[in-house]
């Protein structure tokens, strides 16, 4: 068994590139890897649409969109320790059955919340409630 100084870690919400929270990974050492989805097995909610939760769920799931990136092992823990409360990570099943190291919500977390599933991912969600709306 040979250890790896990197972990291959996805993200679906504010660490992403360009997004609130990304510094996190930048300032660890992280390099972005690709664009991927899930294996459509995952719900999102919108948590105060300040970031989304993904749950993995039996049913009612679908393919969400998320980076991958590749985080110095050191770096792992200090991220986690920046994420909102109720954000964990966990393991991750892609869309071509790779699993990786991800962030997953905690399910008290999604109660009450808007499940934004349907958009396929954070940034979509995101870009179509900043649209003007039709009146």
């Known amino acids: 068994m040979t250890f790896s100084e990197s ?5 679906n ?3 992403m590139r360009g997004l609130e ?4 990974l930048l300032n660890v050492g992280a390099t972005f890897v690709r664009e991927t989805t ?3 097995i995952y719900r999102l909610w919108s948590i105060g ?3 989304p939760a993904m749950l993995r769920v039996t049913t009612g799931g679908r393919a969400i969109a998320l980076e991958i990136w590749s985080v110095p092992v050191t770096g792992v823990c200090q991220i986690l320790q920046q994420e909102p409360p109720g954000l964990s990570i966990g393991k991750v099943i892609l869309a071509d059955d790779a699993v990786v190291l991800g962030v997953l919500g ?3 977390l999604c109660e009450h919340q808007l499940e934004i599933t349907e958009w396929g991912g954070w940034r979509v969600y995101t870009q179509a409630i900043a649209l003007p709306q039709d009146i």
Do not use: I, K, M, Q
């Open 7 to 11: 972990v291959d870690l996805a993200v």
């Open 13 to 15: 919400g504010t660490l």
């Open 21 to 24: 929270l990304n510094p996190n």
């Open 38 to 40: 899930t294996a459509p």
């Open 49 to 51: 649409d300040r970031h």
């Open 106 to 108: 905690e399910p008290f």
